[in-house]
């Protein structure tokens, strides 16, 4: 037990809040407008690792902003929607979402998948 509580305070599951702009150890870069996002909407640095790390529940589409901007979203299961751009691998947003939603994102997200396997094998 003493073990896995020491996982938690350090490491990949820190859960500061940032105060500026900093890189995530997967290669993204958080901009200074996700890190004011996290703030407002007290998101850790933890919940956000654990999103980029761990294998997400959905992966959307790539959609164009009104700048012409490309992004896509990455839904994690602990409840994290996280932006991110393809191109510079910048992280502009993020928010968190309802359980409800994650009921409906889940089971999107095993057809998704169950799509790409049988695509692969065919």
């Known amino acids: 037990m003493k073990s896995l509580k020491k996982l938690f305070c350090v490491g990949i599951y820190n859960n500061k809040i940032p105060k500026k702009p900093y890189d995530v ?8 407008h996700a890190v004011k996002r996290m703030n407002e909407r007290g998101i ?3 919940q956000l690792q654990y999103n980029l ?3 997400p529940l959905y992966l959307s589409d ?4 009104d700048k012409d901007r490309p992004s896509y979203s990455k ?15 910048n992280i502009p ?8 939603k994650f009921d409906k994102i889940k089971n999107k997200g095993e057809e998704k ?6 695509k692969q094998r065919g």
């Open 25 to 32: 150890k997967v290669a993204f870069h958080v901009t200074k």
């Open 44 to 46: 850790t640095k933890g």
């Open 53 to 55: 790390t761990e294998k």
């Open 62 to 65: 790539y959609k164009l902003d």
């Open 75 to 89: 839904y994690s299961d602990n409840l994290l929607n996280v932006r991110i751009n393809p191109l510079n691998h």
């Open 93 to 100: 947003s993020m928010n968190s979402f309802s359980k409800g």
């Open 113 to 118: 998948w169950k799509n790409i396997k049988l």
